[in-house]
């Protein structure tokens, strides 16, 4: 168990965005062992992070809900989870994944600002929408084939920088205005990968097929 992404106080659960994780660095770990020809660590990895997989499958998907959750079993939303189209911990056309963007743009989206759960925190109910996700929903979007929401998204959150093009880190819901961290570095990396992927460039950034890549025999 542990705190999540988000930081809670005294709030212990085995939080699906921390599991997910696990299983991204096992994943990339084992990749660059492929890279490295470190094959006798392989097969213990693909093992660890097979099993990691299974259990989030098993344990955080909601199927009343139609999204993985916050926590195993807890039945909330989390819009961190919308990095696991980012990260490829689904098929694109996976329903659990396709079902988990979309619970999140139709419950936690309010025009072009994306809350980051809709339930209790420390603090109580948070009326602040988190900017990330804004930027998080759109490439979820575009990844599940829906380009035309995100494109459409991207338009709408993008006019709302300031007169520098610098975003803050929370939005007021009611009004749109900037509260929280100014500027927030994190909320332009999410711009500008957005930026990327909805771009001409996009077209030029191939997928990797780890397969093809030759051992590194330096090492």
């Not at 659960?13 to 990339?28: A, E, L, P």
């Not at 955080?60 to 990260?87: E, I, W």
């Not at 035309?148 to 998204?153: C, I, P």
């Not at 999410?190 to 077209?203: D, F, G, P, R």
Request: charge should be positive; charged fraction near 30%.
């Amino acid at each position: 168990k542990d705190c999540s992404i988000w930081e809670y106080r005294d709030m212990y659960d085995h939080y699906t965005y921390s599991k997910f994780m696990c299983y991204i660095g096992v994943d990339r770990a084992i990749k660059i062992a492929q890279y490295m020809g470190k094959s006798e660590r392989i097969r213990d990895w693909e093992s660890l992070r097979d099993e990691i997989k299974q259990d989030i499958i098993e344990n955080a998907y909601d199927s009343k809900l139609k999204s993985f959750t916050m926590a195993y079993g807890n039945g909330k939303l989390d819009a961190s989870l919308l990095l696991m189209a980012y990260h490829d911990f689904l098929e694109r056309d996976s329903p659990m994944l396709v079902n988990t963007v979309k619970t999140i743009y139709d419950k936690l989206r309010k025009g072009y600002k994306v809350k980051r759960y809709d339930s209790k925190d420390d603090f109580g109910v948070s009326n602040n929408a988190f900017t990330v996700c804004s930027f998080w929903l759109v490439d979820a979007l575009y990844h599940i084939g829906e380009e035309k929401k995100a494109r459409n998204l991207f338009r709408k959150i993008i006019r709302k920088g300031n007169h520098l093009g610098l975003f803050s880190e929370d939005l007021d819901i009611a009004t749109g205005r900037m509260l929280g961290n100014f500027p927030q570095a994190y909320v332009h990396m999410a711009l500008i990968n957005s930026s990327i992927l909805l771009s001409e460039w996009s077209s030029k950034r191939k997928k990797i097929d780890w397969s093809q890549i030759p051992e590194n025999k330096w090492f």
